[in-house]
Nanobody, 127 residues
Framework: QVRLAESGGGLVQAGGSLRLSCVLS????????MGWFRQAPGKEREFAAA????????YYADAVKGRFTISRDNAKNTVFLQMNSLQPEDTAVYYC????????????????????WGQGTQVTVSS
């Protein structure tokens, strides 16, 4: 059974940092592109960051570029999202997901190309 378990969310003041983690079980972790998406209240789920199978390639949404860093540890079946300089507009539920597609801008940034999702972890940034 495939399972993704996110952790690391919480309440932080503007300008602060959080590090999210997501552990994949039930699948060979290094066979999949991993992505982080987020969904703010009343808004659609949107792409935040993606990382290739080896970890050598990454994509970021413009809204998080320069502040967020995605990384992965294939030995631990874990993908991370380091979030710095957090702002109130970063408040959302953050989800990790897997994609079996080839790593590329046209696929790895698209929600529909991801097939398994975690339950999400809440990030709240106060002003």
């Amino acid at each position: 059974q495939v399972r993704l378990a996110e952790s690391g969310g919480g309440l932080v003041q503007a300008g602060g940092s959080l590090r999210l983690s997501c552990v994949l079980s039930g699948r060979p972790f290094n066979s999949y592109t991993m992505g982080w998406f987020r969904q703010a209240p009343g808004k659609e789920r949107e792409f935040a960051a993606a990382i290739s199978r080896s970890g050598g390639g990454t994509y970021y949404a413009d809204a998080v570029k320069g502040r967020f860093t995605i990384s992965r540890d294939n030995a631990k079946n874990t993908v991370f999202l380091q979030m710095n300089s957090l702002q109130p507009e970063d408040t959302a539920v953050y989800y990790c997901a897997t994609s079996g597609d080839f790593f590329g801008a046209d696929s790895s940034t698209k929600l529909a190309r991801y097939d398994h999702w975690g339950q999400g972890t809440q990030v709240t940034v106060s002003s």
